[in-house]
Every structure is written in structure tokens, then in C-alpha cells.
């Protein structure tokens, strides 16, 4: 059977992907998929010889599948996707206090990044998403509840997959589509200078989300190799570019860890850091994973921290965990993925 890849297409690129006889035929499908019918034979409104010879050559009009449902004491869901090759990623749908539902979306199958307080890092890259990968994360999301929200914060880094996030994220975005609002979605990266300085010139209004965890470079490159790369004072320099080209206000991710990096010392940098940046830092604190070698803060290790950072007038927010029991929350996604031979 073929395997097609039709989230993210347009009618007309349907219509040649599946060799139709009608152009108006493209448009019925296109219309299904956006409602998250991807069974041909429920798609109604074909014949019945339309339907019998797309289900026979293709199967089914979506190329992953969810292979395993997870769901913890806040109402976040954690599914296992299997993608056409075997591999597998994972995608979370967080649900908060005032019923906003987030889809949390992985970009890559696996990381190369290696950050050391991220079971996704420990997977090493397998490989980028295409396009339709990524939406179908969304659509199979939809399926359990009304996604308001996207964030690029699942597995994988979202910077280094560049054109297959901006494409998703235009078709997201798309009236005739899911037609998200710009600002309702959020790259998260940790640190891809190159991607933030690409994302800056597209104007888009998304969020940004930078991994930073703290503000000392020795620090930040024992534990997030990308930091050789581009250092504190690269990242900080391409931020501002980011700031006075008019970008969305943006958001430091700070994990905290215990004994590392939520002391007087790391508040000092921070301060130093953030010092014209118009940012909020979101404390998170540190979600367990059995193999790596961290400790969570306590609640007076965290709130002595805040006490520091009210004294520097930095501007923070307190991050309350969602999905931690299924492994599905911020750092703790990982699979066993290997691809299969296609």
C-alpha cells in the first residue's frame, strides 16, 4: 500500500497526490481531514468506487496512529504515536485550571541536543517530522478534547526541524484549516541561535520559549552542550534582535535543580542575564527521570529562590506540573524508537 502524507496539503495538492478524476472531490476530503475524519469509507459525500479504490491503495488517509493512551490526575493526556516507519513520539494534551487545552507537539523523533536533564536527550536523533507528522500529533490530540493551544515543547528541537514546524504552523494557522491564532502558538528551544535569528526575520506573532536554565556559561554547557555553541552572550545578543524587531514577549524556561542552580549566586547571573530583556523567567521545577542524576527542588529551596529574585526585580512565574505521573511532562518524554525497514 502507498503511504500519503495529506495533512498539510492543499485541496490541489490532494487532488494530484491521489489522482483524482474532479478537482471538487480534493475539496470534500480536504474539508473531511480538517474535521478528523481520516477513514475514506466514512467520508460520505464520495461515491462508493471513490471510497473503495483510496481505502484499497492507500488505507487510510493518516499515516500515524496512536498506539498507546496515558492519562495522570490532571486530566493530561500523554499518546504514543506510530509513525508510518515504526518509530515512535509522544504528544501531550495539558489541560488547565480554566479548561484551556494545550497541545503539546514533539518536532523531531528523538534530539540532538543532548541536554542533560532530558530523558528525550538521552534518545540521541532519529529523525525530523515531516509536516503531516506534526499535524497529525494535533489531530489525534482533537480527537480527546478542543485544542485552543499549540506548544513545540514535546520531543525533539523544534529550531533544528525549521521548515517542517514553520509549515505546520502555517497550515495551523490557516482559515479554511484549524485556524489557530499565531499567538496561541509557542516554539520552545533550547538555545538554536541560527533558528531564533531565522524566526525573527519571518515576523510571525508565535511565542517564543528559550531553555535556559542558568545564566552561568560554565554551568550551562556541562549541562546543555548547545552552549558551545552558542554561548549566553550569542543567545542574550540574538534575543534582543528578537525583542526590538517587534517579537512577542518571551518566556526563559529555567528547570530547576536542585543544588545547581537556585542559589543566591545563580539569581545574581540571572539578574545579569535578563537585565534588558523584557522576559519572564518560568521557574520549573525538575521532573523526575529514574536515569538521570537530579534532584527536584523542595518548596522552601524554591520559594528562598523566588525571595532572590524578587530582590533582583526579575520577572517570574511559578510553573505547576501537569502530566508528571504519565512521564508526560516537561523533560520527561522518551520512546524506544527504532525505524523499521519501509
Given at each position: 500500500?502507498?503511504?500519503?502524507?495529506?495533512?498539510?496539503?492543499?485541496?490541489?495538492?490532494?487532488?494530484?497526490?491521489?489522482?483524482?478524476?474532479?478537482?471538487?472531490?480534493?475539496?470534500?476530503?480536504?474539508?473531511?481531514?480538517?474535521?478528523?475524519?481520516?477513514?475514506?469509507?466514512?467520508?460520505?459525500?464520495?461515491?462508493?468506487?471513490?471510497?473503495?479504490?483510496?481505502?484499497?491503495?492507500?488505507?487510510?488517509?493518516?499515516?500515524?496512529?496512536?498506539?498507546?493512551?496515558?492519562?495522570?490526575?490532571?486530566?493530561?493526556?500523554?499518546?504514543?504515536?506510530?509513525?508510518?516507519?515504526?518509530?515512535?513520539?509522544?504528544?501531550?494534551?495539558?489541560?488547565?485550571?480554566?479548561?484551556?487545552?494545550?497541545?503539546?507537539?514533539?518536532?523531531?523523533?528523538?534530539?540532538?541536543?543532548?541536554?542533560?536533564?532530558?530523558?528525550?536527550?538521552?534518545?540521541?536523533?532519529?529523525?525530523?517530522?515531516?509536516?503531516?507528522?506534526?499535524i497529525e500529533q494535533f489531530v489525534h490530540l482533537r480527537a480527546i478534547g478542543n485544542v485552543t493551544h499549540i506548544v513545540f515543547m514535546g520531543m525533539g528541537e523544534p529550531l533544528a526541524n525549521f521548515?517542517?514546524?514553520?509549515?505546520?504552523?502555517?497550515?495551523?494557522?490557516?482559515?479554511?484549516?484549524?485556524?489557530?491564532?499565531?499567538?496561541?502558538?509557542?516554539?520552545?528551544?533550547?538555545?538554536?541561535?541560527?533558528?531564533?535569528?531565522?524566526?525573527?526575520?519571518?515576523?510571525?506573532?508565535?511565542?517564543?520559549?528559550?531553555?535556559?536554565?542558568?545564566?552561568?556559561?560554565?554551568?550551562?554547557?556541562?549541562?546543555?552542550?548547545?552552549?558551545?555553541?552558542?554561548?549566553?552572550?550569542?543567545?542574550?545578543?540574538?534575543?534582543?534582535?528578537?525583542?526590538?524587531?517587534?517579537?512577542?514577549?518571551?518566556?526563559?524556561?529555567?528547570?530547576?535543580?536542585?543544588?545547581?542552580?537556585?542559589?543566591?549566586?545563580?539569581?545574581?547571573?540571572?539578574?545579569?542575564?535578563?537585565?534588558?530583556?523584557?522576559?519572564?523567567?518560568?521557574?520549573?521545577?525538575?521532573?523526575?527521570?529514574?536515569?538521570?542524576?537530579?534532584?527536584?527542588?523542595?518548596?522552601?529551596?524554591?520559594?528562598?529562590?523566588?525571595?532572590?529574585?524578587?530582590?533582583?526585580?526579575?520577572?517570574?512565574?511559578?510553573?505547576?506540573?501537569?502530566?508528571?505521573?504519565?512521564?508526560?511532562?516537561?523533560?520527561?518524554?522518551?520512546?524506544?524508537?527504532?525505524?523499521?525497514?519501509?
Amino acid at each position: 500500500m502507498d503511504k500519503i502524507f495529506l495533512y498539510g496539503a492543499s485541496p490541489t495538492e490532494i487532488y494530484e497526490e491521489l489522482n483524482l478524476d474532479k478537482k471538487f472531490q480534493a475539496k470534500q476530503i480536504y474539508q473531511w481531514l480538517i474535521k478528523g475524519v481520516t477513514d475514506f469509507n466514512l467520508m460520505s459525500n464520495l461515491s462508493k468506487a471513490l471510497r473503495e479504490r483510496l481505502t484499497n491503495e492507500f488505507g487510510s488517509a493518516i499515516s500515524s496512529k496512536v498506539i498507546d493512551t496515558q492519562v495522570d490526575d490532571s486530566g493530561a493526556t500523554k499518546l504514543a504515536i506510530e509513525l508510518y516507519d515504526g518509530a515512535i513520539v509522544e504528544s501531550v494534551l495539558l489541560i488547565d485550571k480554566n479548561e484551556r487545552m494545550t497541545a503539546c507537539l514533539s518536532s523531531q523523533v528523538g534530539c540532538a541536543m543532548g541536554c542533560k536533564f532530558c530523558r528525550t536527550g538521552t534518545m540521541g536523533l532519529v529523525r525530523n517530522l515531516n509536516t503531516a507528522e506534526i499535524i497529525e500529533q494535533f489531530v489525534h490530540l482533537r480527537a480527546i478534547g478542543n485544542v485552543t493551544h499549540i506548544v513545540f515543547m514535546g520531543m525533539g528541537e523544534p529550531l533544528a526541524n525549521f521548515a517542517n514546524v514553520l509549515s505546520s504552523i502555517r497550515f495551523f494557522h490557516r482559515e479554511d484549516a484549524f485556524y489557530i491564532s499565531l499567538r496561541r502558538i509557542t516554539i520552545s528551544t533550547c538555545g538554536v541561535v541560527s533558528g531564533i535569528n531565522k524566526l525573527t526575520e519571518q515576523n510571525l506573532n508565535v511565542k517564543l520559549a528559550v531553555s535556559l536554565v542558568t545564566a552561568d556559561n560554565n554551568l550551562r554547557s556541562d549541562i546543555m552542550p548547545i552552549n558551545d555553541s552558542y554561548n549566553l552572550e550569542k543567545l542574550k545578543k540574538s534575543l534582543l534582535h528578537y525583542q526590538n524587531k517587534g517579537g512577542s514577549r518571551f518566556t526563559l524556561e529555567y528547570c530547576m535543580l536542585s543544588g545547581v542552580n537556585c542559589d543566591l549566586q545563580s539569581a545574581k547571573k540571572l539578574a545579569t542575564f535578563t537585565n534588558g530583556l523584557d522576559a519572564v523567567v518560568n521557574l520549573i521545577p525538575w521532573n523526575p527521570a529514574a536515569e538521570l542524576p537530579w534532584t527536584t527542588p523542595t518548596t522552601q529551596e524554591i520559594n528562598t529562590f523566588t525571595k532572590y529574585l524578587d530582590e533582583f526585580h526579575i520577572k517570574y512565574a511559578r510553573r505547576f506540573t501537569r502530566g508528571r505521573s504519565v512521564n508526560g511532562a516537561c523533560g520527561q518524554l522518551a520512546t524506544k524508537s527504532k525505524i523499521k525497514e519501509v
